[in-house]
């Protein structure tokens, strides 16, 4: 795999990270470290949560914070709580596997080293995936679509980033010549 980590490249200048990739990346980084710590919590507190609605302890703690809802907001509020609560909590720990792995893709493409990219895109397509086994089934309104447009849009915008950085590694290689 290709690495263009500031190397030198003949007598040219190092090849630097575009600031449009620099910008994303940055995105990249926040939301793999948010969905990483929102997997634990998910891992840890889904059984909890669960036993909280059931025994209708949720409802006694949340009902100051509730109250000025009105009964349709509650009833959609309440729906969506439930559908959480009953997702396995074996998607939270695949999710913590794969986001760690769209971390660990995110920092190889920080060093602008080309593994990063496949790294990320394989985690993307296996989080989609992941979700759609554990919750899209579950959901009346599924976010698949926009969830499948978004890691599009980014895997993407790293590929094209990757492009552009061989064009301007194959040009300077041709000055040298």
């Known amino acids: 795999m290709e690495t263009y980590d500031n190397n030198q490249i003949g007598n040219q200048q190092p090849v630097k990270r575009p600031g ?17 710590f929102s997997a634990i919590l998910g891992y840890l507190g889904a059984p909890m949560m669960k036993e909280m ?3 209708g302890q949720f409802e006694e703690v949340m009902a100051p914070f509730l109250s000025n809802m009105n009964g349709e907001a509650m009833d959609a509020f309440m729906e969506s709580l439930n559908i959480t609560a009953s997702i396995n909590p074996t998607y939270y720990l695949f999710l913590f596997i794969l986001y760690v792995g ?7 493409m920080f060093k602008l080293d080309k593994i990063g990219f496949h790294i990320y895109s394989i985690s993307q397509i296996c989080i989609l ?32 980033f990757f492009k552009r950085l061989e064009q301007i590694n194959n040009g300077n290689q041709e000055g040298n010549i």
């Open 20 to 36: 449009g990739m620099t910008f994303f990346l940055i995105l990249s980084l926040i939301n793999a470290c948010f969905q990483i």
């Open 53 to 55: 609605i059931e025994t």
């Open 102 to 108: 769209s971390l660990v893709g995110v920092l190889k």
């Open 129 to 160: 995936i992941n979700a759609s086994v554990f919750v899209y089934p579950l959901q009346t309104v599924s976010a698949f679509t926009s969830d499948l447009l978004s890691a599009i849009l980014f895997i993407l915008l790293y590929y094209l």
